[in-house]
């Protein structure tokens, strides 16, 4: 498996801009993750899907921020409008159920954004 | 609301040296606990994962240890490589039965010099 893909790998735009991130987590796994990573806040999980349901989008900063699992294998991050302080590396993550109950949860390569 | 820290936020050590990464838990009632990897400008790396029931995980070269009880973890480290720099992770789960809320901690940068 080709692993957590996540596109682009690097996005600058202007302030206002939407912005739209792209995740497809490998394949068989029912739960998807978007986390965001900064030098201030550390890495904070923005949305959680299971069965792609979002199960928890408390983390999700502000109206701007909008994530949708139309199916198992693709899921989006939608920043409208972008603004200076989204500025940040976002990552995608999938998880598998193992035996016991657990998960493991394997990151893709994330998104450096950039709003100017 | 669980809070994460790993102290010291930064390690530099010479090759060969065993090292301990540490990580301390404000609420006890976690599900399990995992230390990742992550190597500058990729994705994290899973490196151990421990149940709430167990006391210690090891793979090759890592010991893992979590002390529920008393809010902490530690990552053992031995005969460190240059190849081990990095930064390190511990997160943990809540008891929420299957829920997978993972709070991240604040990662510990080590650097392993030649």
């Known amino acids: 498996d080709a692993g957590v893909i996540q596109s682009p790998r690097h996005e600058v735009t202007e302030m206002g801009q939407e912005v739209t991130l792209r995740c497809k987590p490998i394949s068989g796994h029912n739960s998807l993750f978007w986390y965001r990573q900064t030098m201030m806040r550390g890495l904070e999980l923005l949305i959680y899907f299971n069965n792609n349901v979002p199960i928890d989008d408390s983390g999700m900063p502000e109206d701007r921020f909008s994530a949708k699992m139309p199916n198992a294998s693709f899921s989006t991050l939608k920043i409208q409008p972008s603004e200076p302080r989204d500025s940040a590396v976002y990552f995608c993550?999938?998880?598998?159920?193992?035996?016991?109950?657990?998960?493991?949860?394997?990151f893709g390569p994330g998104t450096r954004l950039t709003v100017t | 609301k669980q809070e994460v820290t790993q102290i010291p936020a930064a390690l530099s050590v010479p090759e060969g040296e065993n090292l301990v990464l540490n990580c301390s838990f404000t609420d006890s009632a976690i599900y399990n606990l995992q230390w990742f990897r992550q190597d500058p400008g990729k994705g994290l790396t899973s490196l151990l994962l421990i149940q709430s029931s167990q006391r210690e995980q090891t793979s090759g070269r890592l010991n893992a240890s979590l002390d529920k009880s008393s809010g902490r973890s530690t990552l053992y480290i031995a005969a460190s490589q240059p190849g081990d720099s990095a930064t390190y992770l511990c997160a943990v789960s809540p008891i929420s039965g299957g829920y997978q809320k993972v709070t991240f901690g604040t990662g510990t940068k080590l650097q392993v010099i030649p």
């Open positions: 993550a999938s998880s598998l159920r193992l035996a016991g109950g657990n998960y493991e949860q394997y």
